[in-house]
């Protein structure tokens, strides 16, 4: 899942790389080789390409990682348009492994990890001990947190008659009005499970029957979301009571004054990763890229230009009290809330999606 992560539509996303100018770098890398040049500088590239969702995202990337890590190495970081899981699977059997490390959507990292075809973290360069238990896997890192939310129009609702928990969000009799749900398996089943009263902490696997039950007793009152933008749109303008979206979906609507809140009470946690292909000609300097990536002060910088929250944990005693209330897993606001389950999609996902592609059709 990726559209979380993108705030501006991709067509608003620009980028800096041509596939021409990677080749170019890499070719001025084999000339040096070829010409005898030390080792050191062989070895060493001056740039390295990071392919991620754009946007704000990447905005955000830029001072708190590609500066810092530029500072530290002289490697600048250059952005490239979003790769997802089969462009990756295709990169790597074809053996034209060309890009060292990526941004990829948590869940196509888990299942990335599952074919074999990511190299393996190495925790002697990245100090793991500093972050989210759920952040070190031993194939990918996930590299901040956002939230999958429940959210509302506040001339429908306010903070006091809004739905409290997700059991009163699928009880339309309770809490009167249209709902929005987003049209694909992943986290939405997850909040109908739980609507249904299925424990966040014991989410996985998810109880099916429960959860399409939930969206049994909804359908009637439920319109359907495709992208973020649509499901944020939807709760703007009111064309929604309450529905569910993504927290950097809507912090820029709310903050301009639009008549939208949401909490973060017994939110999803859906996450972006970093990974590093089989094959990658600079796997030590990918490394050293995510121990940057993961440094405390470089994730509290990146916090403050995108309300997603930090890995590290070290990162929020870097962070005064209004920059934690705004995002998903500060101290503040995770008390409720449930990671996402990501082996649990790559596992499963197949068999989820039929049944559920099967229940829209029904």
Known sequence: MVDHIAPQPPSARRYTLSRRSLLTGVAAGLAGAAIGAPA?????????????????????????????????????????????????????????????????????????????????????????????????????????????????????????????????????????????????????????????????????????????????TIKPDLTWWTSGAQGAQLLIAGEVDVGTTWNGRLFKAKKDGAPVDYTFDNALYVCDAMVIPKGARNKKLAMEFLANMMDAQNQATFSKSIPYGPVNTKAFELLDPAERALLPNSPENGKTAVFQDFDYWAESGPKVFDRFNAWLLG
Not at 48 to 60: C, F, H, I, K, R
Not at 156 to 165: E, I, L, M, V
Not at 166 to 183: N, T, Y
């Open 40 to 216: 050191v500088l062989r070895a060493q590239p001056s740039t390295m390409t990071v392919p991620n969702s754009g946007g704000a995202l990447e905005e955000a990337y830029k001072p708190a990682y590609f500066d810092t890590f530029k500072a530290k190495t002289g490697i600048q970081i250059l952005g490239a348009p979003y790769m997802d899981a089969a462009r990756v699977k295709a990169m790597v059997e074809n053996n034209a492994v060309d890009v060292d490390v990526l941004n990829i959507d948590a869940t196509e990292a888990a299942a990335l990890a599952r074919l074999g075809l990511l190299e393996p973290i190495d925790y002697g360069v990245i100090d793991k001990s500093v972050l989210l238990p759920q952040a070190a896997r031993e194939h990918y890192l996930l590299a901040d947190v956002a939230a999958y939310v429940m959210a509302w129009n506040t001339r429908s609702f306010d903070a006091q008659s809004r739905p409290k928990d997700w059991a009163e969000f699928f009880d339309a009799k309770a809490k009167p009005g249209q709902r929005s749900l987003w049209k694909l398996a992943p986290q939405t089943l997850e909040v109908a499970a739980m609507g249904l009263g299925q424990a966040r902490d014991k989410l996985y696997p998810i109880d099916l029957d429960r959860a399409f039950k939930g969206l049994d």
